[in-house]
């Protein structure tokens, strides 16, 4: 196989749109933080899917023969391309996206591009030995399982597209990506640095619509679909790939719960349960959503809490100031709205926020934090996917586990209390795929995640995120 040699001079965000920019025609994708056209994005059809998996596929044989060590290679000289780049993807990604670059948003989220791609490369997947005895000797392989879809989401479009991108790679994969409609010039100008660096034809970005999702999910010549997205969307997914019985990898929605155990010290912890809600303006699947906390240091903890938010600056996201954007997209701000309409309409109390300027451009929403409200409530039942937190009170740890547990999603959780050998306890009866103690969200890429319930099912990261990118086989003689 061959490698690209030569690197187009990127130096700024017009460089990167210049470089993914249509021939013609395209779709205009606009700020959402100031009603801007940030780009065009080229509108891919079916056909170009085809061409794409079938360029995907002719390559897969040559990458696939490389040995691991030469594929970790070639991930680490892609985390060097991205670090190269990395001031004119991070304005890219605010500008698209809506976050701001400094805090937990898209500097760090392009940080993180690389050092996902080097954590991945650094992982070691030997044969492992099953049965070494004077009957022989067995041996459990992971082989590659030929082209790898992955359709990702709007809310972190970059790290989210090397979480998929990066383990189908290393097993050997070749790899097709369709991005969110709402961010795909974020995923489009990753892809091109990613491939000064890479073999020609191992990665592939369509964007489109639906329709090329569907289209990529059905594909008789795609083995496997990673998805990171809603429930509803990853059922649809499960629907369109049963006929050709392709492997599955879904991280699906979530609404998290967090207990605070009456233990907790409330000002120690007020800005870890801020974060752990409002990273990325409370965009993202595995964030705090709903808090339940002991009467005992229930107000203290609001209080607490409020102090912190009040201190947080919001606004368009190349202001170096600002930690918290908008939200992406009408349709998600008008989620928000609806779900705190609907709280303070039932008597719940308004803490700060909910609020929002109506002179302001941009899909703002102020940071909203809302006490006093039943468990039943639309906003604590219903992933709200923005910056709106509500806080329910409870009498003891059995009901707060029950509250917790109530819901048909299980994603992430958290447990905050002084006594870690107490919160573990605690963490070993919520339902959910990761439980976090005094902190939320954090997420490793040495360690598995993935949902319970309808969270999702497969497993990312670490070694069990590349067996999940594999085909076991054993061999017995």
Not at 6 to 31: C, F, H, K, Q, Y
Not at 335 to 340: D, E, P, Q, T, Y
Request: proline content about 6%.
């Amino acid at each position: 196989m061959t490698t690209e040699t030569t690197r187009s001079a990127i130096t700024t965000v017009e460089d990167l749109l210049a470089a993914v920019r249509p021939l013609e025609g395209g779709r205009e994708i606009e700020d959402p933080a100031t009603g801007e056209v940030v780009g065009r994005a080229p509108e891919h059809t079916a056909a170009d899917l085809d061409a794409a998996v079938a360029a995907a596929r002719a390559v897969q044989p040559g990458w696939g023969a490389l040995t691991h060590s030469q594929r970790s290679h070639y991930l680490n000289l892609a985390a060097d391309a991205v670090e190269a780049h990395a001031e004119p993807l991070a304005v890219l990604l605010s500008r698209e996206q809506g976050k701001p670059l400094n805090g937990p948003n898209a500097r760090f989220e392009v940080g993180a591009c690389a050092a996902w791609l080097r954590a991945t490369a650094s992982f070691e997947l030997e044969p492992e030995v099953l049965v070494d005895d004077e009957g022989g000797l067995a041996e459990l392989h992971y082989r590659p399982l030929g082209v790898v879809g992955a359709i990702g989401p709007w809310n972190w479009p970059m790290m989210i597209s090397v979480w998929q991108l990066a383990p189908a790679l290393r097993m050997g994969n070749t790899v097709v990506m369709k991005p969110s409609e709402y961010t795909p010039l974020s995923v489009l100008a990753l892809a091109h640095v990613l491939n000064t660096a890479m073999p020609a034809d191992v990665l592939h970005v369509v964007s489109g619509g639906r329709e090329v999702g569907e289209a990529l999910a059905s594909h008789p010549h795609v083995d496997k679909i990673m998805f990171t997205g809603s429930t509803a969307t990853g059922k649809a997914i499960i629907r369109s790939s049963a006929d050709t019985v392709k492997r599955l990898t879904l991280e699906l929605g979530g609404n998290d719960a967090g207990i605070v155990l009456p233990d907790a010290d409330p000002k120690a912890i007020a800005e870890d349960l801020f974060w752990g809600a409002f990273i990325n303006t409370g965009q993202t699947c595995a964030a705090l959503k709903r808090l339940y906390v002991h009467e005992n240091i229930y107000e203290d903890v609001v209080v607490a809490l409020a102090g912190v938010a009040e201190a947080m600056p919001m606004g368009v996201g190349l202001d170096e100031n600002n930690v918290l954007g908008p939200l992406q997209n009408k349709a998600q701000y008008d989620i928000v709205a609806n779900l705190v309409r609907a709280a303070t309409d039932a008597g719940a109390r308004v803490v700060v926020g909910a609020n929002p300027r109506a002179d302001q451009p941009g899909y703002f929403y102020p940071t909203t934090l809302i006490a006093d409200i039943d468990n039943n409530n639309p906003l604590v039942t219903e992933e709200q996917f923005g910056p709106a937190l509500p806080i329910i009170k409870y009498s003891n740890v059995d009901e707060a586990i029950a509250m917790a547990n109530a819901l048909d999603v299980g994603l992430g959780a958290s447990v905050w209390s002084a006594d870690p050998a107490q919160a573990r306890e605690v963490a070993a009866r919520i339902e959910a795929g990761t439980v976090w103690i005094n902190k939320h969200g954090a997420v490793d890429p040495r360690m598995p995640f993935g949902g319970a319930k309808q969270s999702g099912y497969g497993l990312e990261f670490g070694i069990e995120g590349l067996k999940g990118l594999g085909s076991p086989q054993v061999i017995s003689g």
